[in-house]
């Protein structure tokens, strides 16, 4: 057996309804020593990863991010962790789970005690296992970098199977997402940007959400052009959370050396803010930077470079309408 199947026979016979997220990061807080979520010394090492992202490691579908797994060993707390599987499991869920786990480990606690501590040992084991297991993938095609007699120890996307390889980990991409039907609370900020752009340009009074229904031609088909870049963006924000050990610092670089590359466009002189839009956008396209994500050969798109610029205006970094024009 390994650590997901030990995961999901703990989560076959929770005593509650969390859901896969849930009760995974509760594991791990148990297993660190965080007693409840006002703990205030030690953090979860997966706190900051989309739950969707999380969801795909337990049933599979992608590896796990292993240094944050070592994060989780180094900090363990052995005590606190068998302490709550004697109390978090009845008598009867402990057997259950003996029972099961006997399927794979028959030998699994035969000195006859109570599960916490056998179940506390293995638990580590498992993870221990699991951090030290390489991923294994065959690709239907070689890639540039496998014909040219380049090794793994890089990154790259490979278009013949649609996902990221890093250092002989295989990560699944996930699928581009749409935009909603309502504007969501996050895209507020762009959102707000857009129509002062329109407005300016059409010589009216600012533009409200409640406008964007009256929005036609070029600005209509323009703002719906930029929730799709939006959401891209976003997409490619969840690709780099989930693939990188140090997923802030890749997307500061994205963002940062994005802004630096069109930055003379941007600070240009224009006769409205639709028009500095349209220019920074033409500009974008031709972006590259120093971040890993970068680096993915056919991965990152024009509609991924224009989004970050939507990006850059929720962080408050970019303003279509400039005050002194």
């Not at 205030?40 to 944050?68: H, S």
């Not at 109390?87 to 869920?93: A, D, L, P, R």
Request: with cysteine; net charge negative.
């Amino acid at each position: 057996m390994d650590f997901i199947k030990l995961y999901e026979i703990l989560y076959s016979n929770r005593p509650d309804t969390l859901d896969e997220y849930g009760f995974f990061m509760l594991l791990i807080d148990r297993f660190i020593g965080i007693e409840d979520s006002t703990s205030p010394t030690i953090k979860n090492p997966f706190l900051g990863i989309e739950k969707d992202t999380v969801e795909r490691y337990l049933r599979r579908q992608n590896p796990f991010n292993k240094k944050r797994l070592k994060d989780a060993r180094r900090l363990r707390k052995i005590d606190c962790f068998a302490k709550f599987i004697s109390t978090y499991y009845s008598e009867t869920q402990q057997f259950n789970i003996e029972t099961e786990l006997h399927k794979y480990r028959p030998n699994f606690n035969d000195v006859g005690d109570s599960i916490a501590y056998p179940i506390t040992d293995l638990f580590v084991e498992l993870l221990d296992e699991l951090i030290n297991t390489k991923a294994i993938h065959k690709t239907s095609v070689k890639t540039d970098q496998q014909s040219s007699g380049t090794n793994d120890n890089r990154y790259y996307y490979d278009p013949a199977d649609k996902k990221i390889h890093i250092n002989g980990n295989v990560i699944n991409i996930p699928p581009e997402i749409s935009p909603p039907d309502t504007i969501e609370d996050e895209e507020i900020p762009y959102v707000n940007e857009l129509l002062l752009a329109y407005a300016d340009a059409l010589g009216t009074a600012p533009l409200s959400k409640d406008d964007i229904d009256k929005l036609n031609g070029k600005y209509k088909d323009n703002f719906i052009e930029q929730r799709i870049n939006y959401y891209s963006a976003i997409r490619i924000c969840r690709i780099i959370r989930e693939a990188y050990s140090n997923p802030e610092q890749e997307l500061k670089a994205w963002k940062t050396q994005t802004f630096d590359y069109i930055s003379d466009t941007y600070r240009d002189d224009y006769p409205n803010g639709y028009k500095r839009l349209v220019a920074v956008l033409k500009k974008v396209v031709d972006s590259k930077t120093t971040a890993a994500i970068d680096s993915c050969d056919k991965l990152i798109q024009a509609k991924d470079r224009k989004g970050v610029c939507h990006l850059l205006a929720n962080e408050g970094d970019m303003h279509w309408v400039q005050e002194d024009e």
